[in-house]
């Protein structure tokens, strides 16, 4: 992959995250006014984040069309190392006096460099760019079962 794809790439992968981002911030700061606790509202907004931001950067930043269900478990590694500690550090920030929402956005910005690696070097390995190239196989295959 050359500079101005990668690049590209990066920048897709922001814009998306953003918007995730928005998700999970909105979604925190409504569950925020019901449930007291910080790890309940940080732990649903995260959850919602992450299938937006799997969904989207799998189709168009990596355009991958790896097996999805393998992708997805993969991702959920990843979460089952990062959320709970994340959630256990942002507690204890919040019990020790810190202000939610500044946990919640180093959190985010952590989550964003971490998942892009993770996404870029585990996830999708060898598997970006493969969604043209299945589109086209399925088209050529369908062609050729109407033939």
Do not use: H
């Not at 992968?13 to 925020?32: R, Y």
């Not at 959850?47 to 355009?63: G, Y």
């Amino acid at each position: 992959m050359n500079n101005k794809k990668q690049v590209m790439q990066a920048l897709k992968f922001t814009a998306f995250s953003i918007s995730a981002g928005i998700i999970q911030i909105g979604s925190f700061a409504i569950l925020e006014i019901f449930i007291k606790d910080y790890w309940i509202p940080y732990l649903i907004s995260l959850v919602l984040s992450i299938l937006w931001n799997f969904t989207l950067n799998r189709r168009f930043t990596f355009k991958s069309a790896a097996n999805v269900p393998v992708a997805m478990a993969k991702v959920f590694g990843f979460y089952l190392a990062f959320t709970p500690l994340s959630t256990w550090l942002g507690d204890l920030a919040e019990k020790n006096g810190g202000n939610d929402f500044v946990i919640l956005i180093i959190t985010m910005l952590a989550n964003f460099l971490l998942e892009y690696l993770f996404c870029k070097f585990v996830v999708y390995r060898g598997q970006e760019n493969t969604l043209a190239e299945k589109s086209t196989d399925e088209q050529a295959e369908t062609e050729k079962q109407e033939n």
